[in-house]
Nanobody, 126 residues
């Protein structure tokens, strides 16, 4: 079983930075592809970034490319999302998610993920 706990959200002005952290419990972390999703009020949950179980492959939604960076430390069972040049449209509840799959690759659909955290709120003021 895998449990996820996000931290690092908060209120920041446009142009600022935040770093989200996801602590993962369970002995299978290194076999799990990880992703970050977000959901704004009245909108569907959307894929933001993902990283393969090896950490060698990363994926981003177009709207955050060049501004967000996902990384993982398999020794510390942690996934990070560094968010720079934040915009008001980045405001959302951010979720960490884990995907148990044979090949350890990232998926962009939320239904493909097996484990979810409770979310951490990110608010960007203009």
């Amino acid at each position: 079983q895998v449990q996820l706990a996000e931290s690092g959200g908060g209120l920041v002005q446009a142009g600022g930075s935040l770093r989200l952290s996801c602590a993962v419990s369970g002995r299978t972390f290194s076999s799990v592809a990880m992703g970050w999703f977000r959901q704004a009020p009245g909108k569907e949950r959307e894929f933001v970034a993902g990283i393969s179980r090896s950490g060698l492959r990363t994926y981003y939604v177009d709207s955050v490319k060049g501004r967000f960076t996902i990384s993982r430390d398999n020794a510390k069972n942690t996934v990070l999302l560094q968010m720079n040049s934040l915009k008001p449209e980045d405001t959302a509840l951010y979720y960490c998610a884990g995907r148990q799959s044979p090949n350890g690759v990232v998926a962009t659909a939320s239904r493909e993920y097996d484990y979810w955290g409770q979310g951490t709120q990110v608010t960007v003021s203009s």
